[in-house]
Each structure stands twice: as C-alpha cells, then as structure tokens.
C-alpha cells in the first residue's frame, strides 16, 4: 500500500503502534539467558559466539594509557537497506516500523532490510529477515548505493554497516509493517522528534537523489535557494572558505589524519580502570559517562519474540550542529577533523560541534563556536531530537541542529575545520570512512529544508 500523506501516514503509525506487543524491562545481568560475563576478561558476550561482545578500550599515547572503557565490539558487518520503486513516476521508498529495545517511543521508521550479520543468518533460531532477497544473491534488484560506512567511533569498536539502496524490479509482495512512502514524504517527516530512526538517515544521506531535481527553481527564501546551490553546485574559493575540489579537500583531511599520535586497541573489560560493576549495570565511577544495563524484551512482530541483550545507556542527550553560512549565494558548511578512538581509520568528517551527553557548551574549545550556540547566536534553521540506533543503546537522543551564522562569523577558522558545500561532502558519500554517523544523520536533515 502506498501511503501519500502525512495524514495517511499517522493513521497507519498509530495502528501498528496498536498492534504490537511490546515490553522492555531492565533486568540483572545474570537474567540474560545465553550472555554471560567471561571468567579470565570480563567481557560480556553471547554463548554462540556471535551478535557483539561488551569489551574494554584503552588509549595511549607515547606508550601510556590515557583513557579507557568499555566500548561494542561488533565486527560483523550488518546490511542497511531502503527498498526504492517508481509509481506513476514518483519515486517511493519501502520503509518498516520497526520496534527496537532503545527505542525511547517503541517504534520509529525505519529501513526496509535492517539487520546484523547474525540475525540474517538467523544465529537467533527465529524466522526469515523481509526482503532480504532484494539485497543479497542473484536476484536481488538494480544496486543503485553500496557503501560502507561506520558508526558511533565513541561506542562502537570499529563498527562498519553496508548502506545500501535498491531499485525494485518487479512486484514486491506486502506486509503490514512496511509501506511505500514517497522519498518527498520521507524527508518531510524528519521533522518529527524521535521518528526517522538512525539507520533510515545513514541510508537516506547517501542517496544522490535525495534532493528533488526540481527543486533548483528559485524561491523567495534566501536560505533555501543557498542549499539548493550547495547541492548543485562545485564552488570555487577564495582559500577563505575551504579548498576547491576533491584533490584540495582530502589534501585538508589526510593533514587531519597525519597528525595523529595516539594509538587504540582492545583490552579485557575486567582491567578496565575507573569503571565498576554490580549485578545490574556497569558504570563509570563519576556516573557521568554511560553506563550498561540488560534488558528482557518482547516483541511479537520481530524474528524473535522474546530475549535478552545488553544495551549501552548514555546519561542524557546529545548535540550535533552543523554551522552554516552563505558566501557568494551558496550555502558552506563549517564541517570538522574529528578524532574518534573506536573509527577504523581514527578521524572523520563530522559535524562542526558535536557534544556527547552531560557536556555543554563549555566543552567547545573555540570562542566563536561556542557563540554561535548561545541563544542568539546564529539563525536555527533545523532543531530536533532524533535516536540513535535502538538495537544497541537504550533511550540514546541527540539533538540536530543546522545553525546559520551571518558575515560576521569568521572566515578563517582553525586547521582542523573547513567550510565545505553539501555537493562536495556528499561526492565523499559515495565511499566509505568520510562522513561520520552524526554529519550523515545532519545531511539527512538538511535535505529535508529543501
């Protein structure tokens, strides 16, 4: 069924809210089933093997340990994939509802495959991942994105997942959770707090069509004729407002990454320092970073009906911004060098300001950056809370926003920032480890003010 208003959409949402059986409720660790803390490390892992392992991370630089926790090893790499057909010449997008663990409201939209390595080879003894076929195998449909990309380099050990987007070619039998939406009413939706999940945006972000063609006619809105230039257009520059062409850009991002002196590696969570465990969670020792918990979980329309897993639970909500400004008539991002200690390749192009929960603007080392996000400060032009992935950390938020500064805003900014169009950062979108999870999830956003 095909869904052509938000109207309709709301309707169908709240009947499959209606539905479903669900619950969630935090238990001990040693009401986990098939989990089970490791007797010499520590670590917190599935009896198969498989799924993730709850391990330690430690971080040295000159050869001494500097940081360490406990981070999500899971070296499997999953598939994320939207569905995508024409009817009557609009392009639609097969999206589910999908329930998950985390999930602060149950259920939020999501891809139409979203699944681990391990539930699709149904390590869980539980039925069939829907629409698989359309992903894998000979008879999959026409591949229009396949990219890997990673996730969250502060929780995750050097998780990777493949985006991919398909074009459907023949009939595609339906099932109650999933609906056809059209892509203009998937990107009207990420108005909505906690709706378009994490691994929806990841996937949405890099489809090169996200931006409607027609949408280059101008309008009487400034700001918005700025992003459709950004879409369209390969810009020249000054040296003011970052480096012209690809050669130029990935010249700024491999001095980011060549300056790099600190090295990361997997440690046993028992050595882990400055962190504790109880029978029911294991948690920094200030309680001010996240802690991990277990959960009991039912939900009769997920591959398996019931059982338990550990969630990462961060203490309170993120922020990620992204500043804007408009030179010459076309909108620049201010994007920045980010280290993370859990990426693959230890820095990505990530959001201009991006604030893990329980830190505030005081955290933002530069002046200007930290003006721009005080009340006043620049013109909001996007502001939402959105959760991040559900099947991993429980009740997880961040909230997005897109910042517009004016011209008084400095030009020259520090050598691990760059002013950038959204045409040159999503070029890089069609490879992996140059955006990270945050920017996507931003260019997502973005999209969606076109």
């Known amino acids: 069924m095909i869904l052509k208003s938000t109207a ?3 309707a169908w949402w709240a009947e499959r809210h209606q539905a479903g059986e669900f619950s969630v409720r935090r238990v001990p660790f040693d009401a986990l089933g098939s989990w089970g803390f490791d007797p010499l490390t520590g670590n917190l892992g599935h009896a198969s093997g498989r799924f993730f392992t709850v391990e330690g991370l430690q971080v040295r630089d000159g050869g ?11 070296p499997e790499i999953g598939i994320l994939g939207i569905l995508v057909k024409e009817f009557d010449g609009v ?6 509802a999908k329930m998950e663990p985390g999930n602060s409201n149950t ?5 139409t495959v979203q699944a681990t390595r391990s539930n699709y080879m149904k390590v869980h003894r539980g039925t069939s991942t829907r629409y698989l076929e359309h992903f894998t195998g000979p008879d999959r449909g026409r591949v229009l994105v396949d990219v890997l990309q990673s996730e969250q380099g502060a929780w995750f050990w050097r998780k990777r997942n493949r985006n991919m987007v398909v074009l459907a070619t023949g009939d595609v039998p339906e099932h109650e959770d999933f609906r056809w939406l059209p892509l203009d009413l998937v990107r009207e939706l990420m108005a909505v707090d906690h709706l378009v999940n994490m691994d929806a945006r990841t996937v949405l972000s890099c489809m090169p069509f996200l931006v409607p063609e027609d949408s280059a006619a101008p309008t009487a809105d400034p700001f918005r004729d700025a992003l459709v230039r950004s879409y369209r257009d390969r810009p020249a520059t000054d040296g003011r407002f970052g480096p012209d062409g690809a050669v130029g850009v990935l010249g700024w991002f491999n001095e980011a990454k060549t300056g790099i002196d600190w090295t990361a590696r997997l440690m046993p969570l028992a050595d882990v320092a400055g962190w504790k465990r109880d029978d029911w969670e294991i948690t920094d020792e200030s309680a001010e970073s996240f802690r991990v918990i277990a959960v009991e979980v039912t939900a009769g329309n997920r591959e398996v009906a019931r059982w338990t897993q550990p969630l990462l639970d961060p203490r309170g909500e993120g922020r990620a911004v992204f500043v804007a400004r408009t030179v010459d008539g076309t909108l620049r991002l201010l994007v920045r060098a980010r280290p993370e200690y859990g990426l693959m390749d230890q820095v990505e192009m990530a959001p201009t300001v991006h604030l893990h929960a329980g830190q505030d603007v005081d955290a933002v080392r530069e002046p200007f950056l930290r003006d721009a996000l005080l009340p006043g400060g620049g013109t ?5 809370v ?6 991993r950390f429980h009740h997880a938020g961040t909230r997005y926003q897109i910042i517009e500064v004016g011209d ?5 900014v520090p050598p691990h920032l760059c002013w950038m169009t959204v045409r040159q950062l999503t070029d890089l979108l069609r490879h992996g480890h140059y955006l990270n999870i945050e920017a996507r999830s931003l260019l997502t956003c973005l999209a969606s003010l076109c």
Not at 64 to 74: F, K, L, M
Not at 386 to 391: A, M, R, V, W
């Open 380 to 384: 909001t032009r996007y502001d939402q």
């Open 8 to 10: 309709e959409f709301h």
């Open 64 to 74: 001494t340990e500097v940081w360490a926790q406990p981070v999500i090893h899971q």
């Open 408 to 412: 008084d805003f400095p030009a020259d």
């Open 386 to 391: 959105l959760s991040e992935e559900g099947g």
């Open 91 to 96: 392009l639609h997008c097969l999206m589910q």
């Open 107 to 111: 259920l939020q939209l999501s891809p």
